[in-house]
C-alpha cells in the first residue's frame, strides 16, 4: 500500500443542470497523503464542494478513478467522516450535546466505553462543560465544535471539511483553526479542508491546492513551509508565510483572469 | 416564579372577571328579561350539576370520545402522511381523492353516519375522526417533505443503517411539524365531539347542552358551555405539558 490515503487519476464529475449535462470538475489528479492537512482553495463555481463530496462518497465520479485505501468506493466510506458547513442543519436540535455526540458510535457500542469514547471527544474540542445543553443554547462556534465531535467520536481516519468555519466571526474562526490543528496533531486524522479564505489555507495546510476554471481543474499546488507548530501572530509575520500567502493570491487572481 | 410573573398572571383575569362583574350587575338591573341569567346563578347551576355528577360523567364521556377519535387520528394520520410524503406514486394515487374529501364539512356527514351507525358513539367517533385527521395527514406529510438533505447525509457519513436513519434522525425531524398537526387535530376532536353529541350521539357535554336548552333551563346551559370551555383549555395545557416533558430539546429548539 503506498502513502496515499485518496488517489484521484483524471477524475471527472459531471452533474445535470437545467442547461443538460454540465461539466463540474475535469482532469482531477490528486494524492492525499496519510495525515496531511490538505486544504482546497479556489473561486466560487470551481467545483471544491463536489471534489469533496466525491471523497466523502456522496457523489461519484463520471470518468477516471477515485480511490480511498486503493478501493474504488460508492457511499462514504469507513474512517471518512464528512463535516459541513452549516452546523445548523447538520446537528439534531432534539438532542443534547452528548447525545448528537453519540449519534454515529450508539449503535455500535455502550455503556463505559460509549461514554467515555463521547467524554473524549468532547474533551477535543473543549465542550465537555456543555455537554447536557441542547445546541440551540450553543454559539455558532460551539455548535460548530459540536459538529466536529461528532464526527471525531468515530476515530475517523480522514476528516472532510467543507468551509468548516466559513460562517463565523474572525475571533471564533482562529481559536478553531488553532484547534483543529491541535486535534489533527492528537489523533492523527488526515484532513481534507475547504476554504475561501487565502489565510486560512496558509495558516492550515501543509498543501494547499487551487482549483479554477469551469469545468474546475488543479491550477496550482503550494507547500508553505511553516513549522508544525503554528501561532496566529507570529507564524503570520514569518516571511515563508508572507511569501506563501502572496504566491497563492497572485495564483488566485492569475486564475480568475 | 418571580413576582413580575404573578401580576402578569393577574392582569390576565382583569377582563373576564370585570365583564362577569359588569354583567352580573346589568341582568340585576333589568329585571323584565329573565332569559340571561346572571353569572351567580350559572355558578349556582354549575355546582348543582356538578354535585350531581352529571356534568363529570358527560365531561369524561366527550374528553373519552375525543380521545380515542384523536388515538385513531395518530393511528392513521401520521403513518399515512409520512407515506405520502415519501412515495410520489402514492401521493399521485391519493391526492386527488384526498382535495375531494378533505373540503366536506362534518356536520354534513352525520345524517349518513347516523343512518348506518344509529345514534350512537360509533357516530360521533366516526364523524370527529373524519373532522379531524386531516390536519395531521397534511402536516405528516409535509414534515417529510419539508427534511433538509442535510440530514440524510449527515447520517450517511456518520454510517448510520437505514433504520437507525428513519428512527434517529428522519422521525424526529419532521415531528415539530407532525406535532403542530397533532394539536391542531386535538382541539378539533373536542369541538366536533361535542358537535357530534348535539346532533349525532345523545351523550356527553354536547348532549347535555342541548338538554338544557330545550328544558329552557338557561342558567345550566351556560354551564354547560363553560364547561366545555374549560375541558378545551385543560386538555390543551395537558397535552402541551406532555409535550415539553417528553421532548424537551424541541421546546428549547423553538
Known amino acids: 500500500m503506498n502513502s496515499s490515503v485518496f488517489s484521484c487519476e483524471r477524475a471527472e464529475v459531471s452533474l445535470p443542470s437545467a442547461t443538460g449535462t454540465k461539466v463540474i470538475l475535469q482532469g482531477i489528479d490528486l494524492q492525499v497523503g496519510r495525515q496531511e492537512f490538505l486544504c482546497l482553495v479556489g473561486g466560487s463555481g470551481t467545483g471544491k464542494t463536489t471534489l469533496l463530496r466525491v471523497l466523502g462518497g456522496f457523489c ?41 455526540v453519540a449519534l454515529g458510535i450508539e449503535k455500535k457500542i455502550s455503556g463505559a466505553e460509549l461514554d467515555r469514547r463521547i467524554d473524549t471527544a468532547l474533551a477535543l474540542v473543549g465542550l465537555k462543560k456543555a455537554e447536557l445543553e441542547y445546541p440551540a443554547k450553543l454559539s455558532g462556534g460551539m455548535q460548530q465544535r459540536l459538529q466536529i465531535a461528532r464526527a471525531l ?93 502572496h504566491e497563492l493570491l497572485e495564483r488566485l487572481h492569475g486564475a480568475a483572469r | 416564579m418571580t413576582s413580575t410573573s404573578y401580576t402578569r398572571r393577574g392582569r390576565q383575569w382583569l377582563l373576564p372577571v370585570a365583564l362577569l362583574g359588569a354583567w352580573q350587575l346589568a341582568v340585576m338591573a333589568n329585571n323584565g328579561l329573565n332569559v340571561l341569567p346572571t353569572p351567580m346563578e350559572i355558578g349556582r347551576a354549575l355546582v348543582e350539576s356538578f354535585v350531581e355528577g352529571r356534568l363529570l360523567a358527560d365531561a369524561a364521556h366527550t374528553f373519552a370520545a375525543a380521545l380515542a377519535s384523536w388515538g385513531i387520528c395518530l393511528l392513521v394520520g401520521i403513518p399515512l402522511g409520512m407515506a405520502l410524503g415519501t412515495f410520489r406514486t402514492l401521493r399521485t394515487m391519493l391526492s386527488l381523492f384526498i382535495e375531494l374529501l378533505r373540503p366536506l364539512p362534518a356536520v354534513a356527514l352525520i345524517p349518513l353516519a347516523v343512518l348506518v351507525f344509529g345514534f350512537s358513539w360509533r357516530t360521533e367517533i366516526t364523524v370527529t375522526v373524519f373532522a379531524s385527521i386531516w390536519p395531521l395527514i397534511l ?26 436513519t428513519l428512527r434517529s434522525v428522519a422521525m424526529p425531524a419532521a415531528f415539530s411539524q407532525i406535532l ?75
Not at chain 1, 200 to 210: Q, S
Not at chain 2, 140 to 164: Q, Y
Request: hydrophobic share 45%; glycine share 8%; aromatic share 8%.
Open chain 2, 139 to 164: 402536516s405528516s406529510r409535509a414534515g417529510i417533505e419539508g427534511l433538509h438533505a442535510r440530514i440524510f447525509e449527515v447520517a450517511a457519513t456518520l454510517h448510520l443503517g437505514k433504520w437507525h
Open chain 1, 153 to 245: 467520536a468515530l476515530q475517523p481516519k480522514v476528516l472532510l471539511m467543507d468551509e468548516p468555519f466559513g460562517a463565523l466571526d474572525a475571533m471564533t474562526k482562529a481559536k478553531l483553526q488553532d484547534e483543529l490543528r491541535n486535534i489533527q496533531a492528537s489523533t492523527g486524522a488526515t484532513i481534507v479542508f475547504i476554504t475561501h479564505d487565502v489565510d486560512e489555507a496558509i495558516y492550515l495546510g501543509d498543501r494547499v491546492i487551487l482549483l479554477a476554471g469551469s469545468p474546475g481543474t488543479i491550477a496550482s499546488e503550494i507547500r508553505p513551509s511553516l513549522p508544525e507548530r503554528r501561532d496566529q501572530i507570529s507564524t503570520k509575520e514569518m516571511p515563508e508565510y508572507l511569501h506563501a500567502r
Open chain 2, 180 to 254: 403542530v398537526g397533532a394539536r391542531l387535530s386535538f382541539s378539533l376532536c373536542l369541538v366536533v365531539s361535542v358537535v357530534a353529541e348535539m346532533v349525532g350521539n345523545p351523550a356527553g357535554l354536547g348532549w347535555g347542552l342541548v338538554s338544557a336548552q330545550e328544558a329552557m333551563r338557561a342558567s345550566e346551559t351556560f354551564a354547560y358551555l363553560f364547561a366545555i370551555g374549560v375541558l378545551g383549555v385543560c386538555a390543551n395545557y395537558a397535552l402541551g405539558f406532555v409535550v415539553r416533558r417528553l421532548l424537551p430539546g424541541l421546546a428549547q429548539a423553538s
Open chain 1, 60 to 100: 461519484a465520479p463520471t470518468s477516471g478513478t477515485v480511490l480511498y485505501e486503493g478501493k474504488a468506493f460508492r457511499s462514504p466510506a469507513e474512517g471518512v467522516v464528512t463535516v459541513f458547513q452549516d452546523y445548523g442543519n447538520a446537528l439534531l436540535p432534539w438532542r443534547t450535546v452528548r447525545a448528537n
